[in-house]
T-cell receptor, first 116, second 117 residues
């Protein structure tokens, strides 16, 4: 079974629309980390946010917001008033402890296309 | 403050040849990770180092893959006797590590794209 499921393969929106990218994870650990990364066409993964399993506070950073719900094992990402520059592949990742470090497992990614 | 750098950015090779990629992590980071990313997939963890010690290598794809970090700074990933299935993006990341929290955040390099003909 996949540990990180990003069910939306591709989302297409028009600029200024709000969009939510879904992430559902699976773990038996009580301590873990969740991440979102952005991969623009240039290919480099850009870190967006880290959440630990004990902190369920939602977070807002500019047009970005994240909704972490342990009850549903979800960590969804919303972009408000999307812009063309938001076009990229977005990856959700779960880090569980393995041999003294937290090794992330990435989802398959959601490709977001924002049309002008 | 420079980020993670990787060289070369692109590599084309013929099947059966050996290739080596280099990663230079963020200077104060003592953990370094290697991933492979194929088209339409997320990064897949291969191995990682804490300083010069390779702490996890069971997920290297085959014995043709090996990695080193001899002085705890830069690292190399070598693929021997390349096969067409090795064609992928190879990503390097670094983190402060250990101890959890923000030290676990990994920062990625631009990747090396390998094409095996």
């Amino acid at each position: 079974a996949q540990k990180v499921t990003q069910a939306q393969t591709e989302i297409s929106v028009v600029e200024k629309e709000d969009v939510t990218l879904d992430c559902v994870y699976e773990t038996r650990d009580t301590t873990y980390y969740l991440f979102w990364y952005k991969q623009p066409p240039s290919g480099e993964l850009v870190f967006l946010i880290r959440r630990n399993s004990f902190d369920e506070q939602n977070e807002i950073s500019g047009r970005y917001s994240w909704n972490f719900q342990k009850s549903t094992s979800s960590f969804n990402f919303t972009i408000t008033a999307s812009q063309v520059v938001d076009s990229a592949v977005y990856f959700c990742a779960l880090s569980e402890q393995s041999g003294g470090s937290y090794i992330p497992t990435f989802g398959r990614g959601t490709s977001l296309i924002v049309h002008p | 403050d420079t980020g993670v750098s990787q060289n070369p950015r692109h590599k084309i090779t013929k099947r059966g040849q050996n290739v080596t990629f280099r990663c230079d992590p963020i200077s104060e980071h003592n953990r370094l990770y290697w991933y492979r990313q194929t088209l339409g997939q997320g990064p897949e963890f291969l191995t990682y180092f804490q300083n010069e010690a390779q702490l996890e290598k069971s997920r290297l794809l085959s014995d043709r893959f090996s990695a080193e970090r001899p002085k705890g700074s830069f690292s190399t990933l070598e693929i021997q006797r390349t096969e067409q299935g090795d064609s992928a993006m190879y990503l390097c990341a670094s983190s402060l590590g250990p101890s959890g929290g923000s030290r676990e955040t990994q920062y990625f390099g631009p990747g090396t794209r390998l094409l095996v003909l």
